[in-house]
């Protein structure tokens, strides 16, 4: 990387201040957004000469649909990548198919633009509102007592009431799931005995 370039990108890093602008008044968190932090270092990008493009791609891994951004810094002869995955919510009441990928492009995006320009985004609530989505679909594919279990005790959630009332209402379900299905192989154990007595 050109020492120059390399000057310029510092001096975009150190002088950018992304703060959370918006708010979330049902998890009463503040948290800054991709449009946020683009709105904030375009001054800074043209003050040094230099050229931001973000792109999406969506991609499966492991059967699951992800959407990969990729930030480009370039000067118009040295470059800097920046890319950041996000997992698209197997489901997210309220939105349709379009809205949920554009959902996930916008937080795959913002952590790209973190780790371009160095903003910590570890405590922002935002991440754990993503983290809690995941979590409920984690517990919502469970199809034993077993797995959920297993989901829970792993979660990083537990302090969620929503996760929570998320276990033990799929909880709930298993049980009921099991309870039918013993009453079935109880039904046919009699059966099966009627038939074996009317043989002899």
Partial sequence: MNENFFKKVQAV????KATKENKNTFGNYSYRSAEGILQSVKPLL???GLTLTISDEVTEIGGRIYVKAVCTLTDGVNTLTSQAYAREAEDKKGMDVAQVT???SSYARKY???GMFLLDDNKDADTEHYTLVTELAKVRACTTIEELQAVFHA???????SFVASVNDQKKKLEAKDKEKQILNDENKISLNGYRENEL
């Avoid at 890093?13 to 950018?16: C, R």
């Avoid at 979660?155 to 009431?161: E, V």
């Fill in 13 to 16: 890093q150190f002088g950018l």
């Fill in 112 to 114: 790209a633009l973190c």
């Fill in 155 to 161: 979660s990083t959630a537990k302090n969620s009431k």
């Fill in 46 to 48: 043209a003050q040094e």
């Fill in 102 to 104: 554009g959902a996930t």
